[in-house]
């Protein structure tokens, strides 16, 4: 089975551009989250989406940052303008929601970004 | 609120050794689930092993242990047999749950084992 896709999956960017991260999650799964992880602070949970509905999104950092889930197999990240700052490894995953062990969230690759 | 801690920032441990990484939380929520996750260095974030807050035994994925202690909120790792390719991070996380829906995971900040030959 195909896990969480992300793509792409190194990008570097100049200060002031348009960012868009890309994920699939994994079918069937009926939550989607966007974490970005940095060395000074860590894993931080950006926003998550539950039936394609935004949830909490109390971790996206400011108004450059916005996240879109149009349907259940796609989403997106964006950052508009770019800073240097955002440089990060952007991660996206999924998860079944089943209650139990089905709580479980799968993890993509990881989209690392680098902008200057 | 949530929170996860592991004291532990590093770790070291011999080949073939069994070690235990630390990890407590604190919920005011019946219902929750623990996790840990692996980070080699390659980065990706791959699954290890779930408890369940009403869970009686504690899980055990192979070589993976996870001991809890719910009463004094810890749900340390123990990897028995350690092998050279267990050198990573370790992340610790827990998820409070909602009639089976799952809130947001948050994570503790890691700890880096190195496994030594």
């Known amino acids: 089975d195909a896990g969480v896709i992300q793509s792409p999956r190194h990008e570097v960017t100049e200060m002031g551009q348009e960012v868009t991260l890309r994920c699939k999650p994994i079918s069937g799964h009926n939550s989607l989250f966007w974490y970005r992880q940095t060395m000074m602070r860590g894993l931080e949970l950006l926003i998550y989406?539950?039936?394609?509905?935004?949830?909490?999104d109390s971790g996206m950092p400011e108004d450059r940052f916005s996240a879109k889930m149009p349907n259940a197999s796609f989403s997106t990240l964006k950052i508009q303008p770019s800073e240097p700052r955002d440089s990060a490894v952007y991660f996206c995953?999924?998860?079944?929601?089943?209650?139990?062990?089905?709580?479980?969230?799968?993890f993509g690759e990881g989209s690392w970004l680098t902008v200057v | 609120a949530q929170k996860i801690t592991q004291t532990q920032p590093g770790m070291f441990v011999q080949e073939k050794e069994a070690v235990t990484l630390d990890c407590t939380y604190d919920t005011s929520d019946p219902s929750y689930g623990l996790f840990w996750y692996k980070q080699p260095s390659s980065g990706e974030m791959i699954f290890l092993i779930y408890q369940g807050s009403y869970d009686q035994q504690n899980a055990t994925e192979g070589r993976y242990s996870l001991n809890f202690q719910k009463a004094r909120k810890s749900a340390n790792l123990v990897i028995s047999a350690s092998q050279l390719g267990d050198s990573a991070m370790y992340f610790c996380a827990m998820r409070e749950t909602y009639y089976n829906q799952g809130g947001k995971l948050i994570f503790g900040q890691g700890t880096e084992l190195s496994v030594k030959p």
């Open positions: 989406f539950n039936n394609n509905v935004p949830i909490d």
């Open positions: 995953a999924s998860s079944l929601d089943l209650g139990g062990s089905g709580n479980t969230i799968y």
